[in-house]
């Protein structure tokens, strides 16, 4: 599957961004889908997860409240909203798709990776 980011951007602290991943492919409907991100001089780390078919989401605690993730499987994208940022949430964020049975929100459980898209929140 391929996977293409987009949406990011430059955005004061306290503003909002939309993140949307467009997946290639007939069968989004089997992957779980989750968002990372990585700063700079940082480890990559998940910010959100959403299973197969949107029931279940996991959320990182430092976004909770803050960010949703959703999906809409008919048109094969998954959707990060990002209110309230914060100079913290700068980073490049990448979506990806993992394709095994169980619900994860680890790096290694993750197949395959979209290119990133960077968000920029000024103080």
């Known amino acids: 599957v391929q996977l293409q980011a987009s949406g990011g951007g430059l955005v004061q602290a306290g503003g909002s961004l939309r993140l949307s991943c467009a997946a290639s492919g007939r069968t989004f409907s089997n992957y779980h889908m989750g968002w990372f991100r990585q700063a700079p001089g940082k480890e990559r780390e998940v910010v959100a997860a959403?299973?197969?078919?949107?029931?279940?989401?996991y959320y990182t605690d430092s976004v909770k409240g803050r960010f949703t993730i959703s999906r809409n499987n008919a048109e094969n994208t998954v959707y990060l909203q990002m209110n309230s940022l914060k100079p913290e949430d700068t980073a490049v964020y990448y979506c990806a798709a993992d394709t095994s049975l169980g619900f994860g929100m680890h790096l290694y459980e993750y197949d395959y990776w979209g290119q990133g898209t960077e968000v920029t929140v000024s103080s």
């Open positions: 959403i299973s197969r078919r949107g029931v279940t989401t």
